[in-house]
């Protein structure tokens, strides 16, 4: 999650994963919250290299997370938020990968391949990456079924793109994806 959309720069995925894990912890959830960034396509405002956003693990009762989830959505002054939670949700696809490398580079190779596959299909593969320290990235990320309607399509590139990159193939998964507010 980012800690707002306004000034960007002032934010790292350090201070990011800062504010939302002392948020968490005033609602009494203690969990490790790592620092990240979302990569997103540049015409929606997608700094260079990502977003910084803060990555964590919620378990438990699909209702509950979504109210964790708005109430962070709140405190972050955050207009949207997607949860992907397994077999709770609207039926998605998502990935998860392991890798190393910086994130910041690894952030800035993927918006140029992901908008170059863009340009060719109309879908765009936004990625979140997690840092989760010594050089170990954590790739993930869920198609939002309501503007991504061809998930095979959308799969396709998602592997073109780690190919592209030199990167291990992801494991895919069924994800239930989640809009708060929901979408009407």
Known sequence: MQPGYHNVSEFSPQTAAAIVSELLLKKDINIPVYGGVAIYPYDRGCPIGGEPVAAFQLHG???????????????????????????????????????????????????????????????????????????????????????????????????NIFDELKLSSPSFQTVGYNFIPPLI
Request: one cysteine or more; hydrophobic letters at 45%; a negative charge.
């Open 61 to 159: 009762n699909g209702a509950e997370i979504l109210r964790t989830a708005d109430y962070l959505r709140i405190q972050l002054a955050q207009a949207t938020v997607n949860v992907p939670i397994p077999d709770y949700g609207i039926p998605s696809l998502g990935f998860t990968a392991s890798t190393s490398g910086d994130i910041y580079d690894m952030g800035c190779a993927w918006q140029e391949i992901a908008k170059k596959y863009f340009l060719l299909t109309a879908i765009h593969v936004s990625t979140g990456i997690v840092d989760l320290g010594n050089g170990q990235l954590l790739l993930s990320a869920d198609a939002n079924p309501i503007t991504i309607p061809d998930l095979d399509l959308w799969k396709i590139i998602a592997l």
